[in-house]
Nanobody
């Protein structure tokens, strides 16, 4: 079955860095767009960054210049390098795999989430 397994979360001080990883299995990794979302307490889940195979990454304005998304299709893994972390980056980060099926429909899968806490 399809699995997305995130790792790399934790506690970091403001200004620090973390790298999240998400390993996919049970589906054809390369044909899916891979995204990172996050959800802070009391807030809606928001898209942080996304990338398709061979495409240009896109980022939320709040993380541009600080976060970098990358994918390795040979390893079926997507990464999120997070630098210059701020307390407002604190959230549960989710990996998402998404594929358009046309006619406004899509197929998507989610990981279980990994907690990132930025605090001194």
């Amino acid at each position: 079955q399809v699995q997305l397994v995130e790792s790399g979360g934790g506690l970091v001080q403001p200004g620090g860095s973390l790298r999240l990883s998400c390993a996919g299995s049970g589906y054809i990794f390369s044909i899916y767009a891979m995204n990172w979302y996050r959800q802070a307490p009391g807030k809606q889940r928001e898209l942080v960054a996304g990338i398709i195979s061979g495409g240009t990454p896109h980022y939320a304005d709040s993380v541009k210049g600080r976060f970098t998304i990358a994918r390795d299709d040979a390893k079926s893994t997507v990464y999120l390098q997070m630098n210059s972390l701020k307390p407002e980056d604190t959230a549960v980060y989710y990996c998402n795999a998404e594929r358009s099926l046309g006619w406004g429909n899509k197929e998507e899968y989610w990981g279980q989430g990994t907690q990132v806490t930025v605090s001194s």
